[in-house]
């Protein structure tokens, strides 16, 4: 499949939703998408009359909603980072898809005997089925799962379905798949006169090189005032924080490039009077091999990141079912990292490591199980 998604330079077609309701089953069609193998993409929800974009040739994301085919408001971000699983300027409505792709296929390449997957022809073209139970059977209450078919030639989602026993509660398919067609002019941005009703979007992410990011984690060195009276458990002296190195990976697999590094650096006066201090850093490098992305952060905070919090769950508790492995080689050897591949997550671990576990690293996108591990494996503190 890796080989066959090399030559995939566009991918095009319709969503539909499918609702069971009233003994009912309804087809609906709900929107349309294009994504290109540059990381480009235009997703329009007819529900919503929104549209969302992304032009990999600016580093530009735009959320707006349309009346009758006119923007009327909506948001536009620079150096924002196409389809990122940590953060995203304007809600990257196609990251769920792209990683429930990842996802199956982490599962296809992991081989586990009771994850089964199967092969069948949908709508004429070749494609693996996979079928999970999200929650056991209980009394008469049938058991839940999700099913998902992924095209082979292109390893995208076809089909995403949440049931009830047999019954579908609510799923999405695409409809008339299109691979390598023109791209209308025009998809991923708008003119002038267009965005005039959005509003500019700031999450504070600069395109910077390695070396930049690395200038930030230096930045951060000096002595750290105690939390809040309300926070503290053992008052003590200022702490003196050492510089923040990002981390790179010195083994990808075959045919990636680093693509981008984002990074972030927030200050604030914190509490009470003083100097303004760093409170947060974050640095995002992407890596891509057409359609296929990964991403490696290194995040950093003055306090103790809580190592309970997956960085992808955005705040769910309890985050997915993880497994932890140490680290038996790189920089972070001896590391205890979450490994997660779950449903409706991009496949990703992440760990806390450093000066009082301060910092965070998180490794997520296309790659199954073991390429996860041996990434993060072989990551490096930039030290130039």
Known sequence: ???????????????????????????????????????????????????????????????????????????????????????????????????????????????????????????????WEFDEVTSPATGTRPAERVRFIIDQATGFPLLSEDLTGATIDYGVHVQGLIVNAGVPAGSFSLTPAQEIHLVRSNVGFRTTGIAAAARL?????????????????NPG????????????????????????????????RGYGAGPE?????????????????FWVETDWQPYAYPASRDPLAFGMLPGPPHTTVALASGALRGVRVNVVISPAFWPHLWGCFGEAKRETVSVAGDLTRQELLRVAGSLQAYTK
């Open 1 to 127: 499949m890796d080989g066959a998604r090399q030559s995939i330079r566009t991918l095009q077609g319709q969503i539909m939703a499918t609702q069971t309701g009233g003994g009912t089953t309804t087809d609906r069609l709900t929107g349309s998408f294009i994504f290109t193998r540059d990381g480009s993409y235009r997703v329009v929800d007819t529900t919503t009359a929104t549209v969302s974009t992304y032009d990999a040739t600016t580093r530009t994301s735009r959320y707006w909603h349309e009346e009758n085919g006119v923007p009327m408001f909506g948001a536009v971000a620079h150096d924002a980072t196409p389809s990122s699983p940590f953060e995203s300027a304007t809600g990257d409505t196609q990251s769920l898809a792209l990683g429930t792709a990842a996802y199956v296929r982490a599962v296809i390449a992991g081989g586990d005997p009771n994850r089964l997957v199967h092969t069948l022809v949908y709508e004429g073209r070749p494609a």
């Open 217 to 233: 984690g230096a930045q951060v060195v000096g002595p750290l005032p105690p939390k809040p009276p309300s926070h503290i458990t």
């Open 237 to 268: 002296l200022p702490v003196q924080l050492s510089a923040v190195r990002p981390l790179a990976p010195t083994w990808t697999p075959a045919g990636y490039r680093l693509e981008s590094v984002l990074s972030r650096l927030t200050r604030s």
């Open 277 to 293: 201090r760093p409170v947060d850093l974050s640095i995002v490098a992407t890596y891509r091999r057409g359609f296929d992305t």
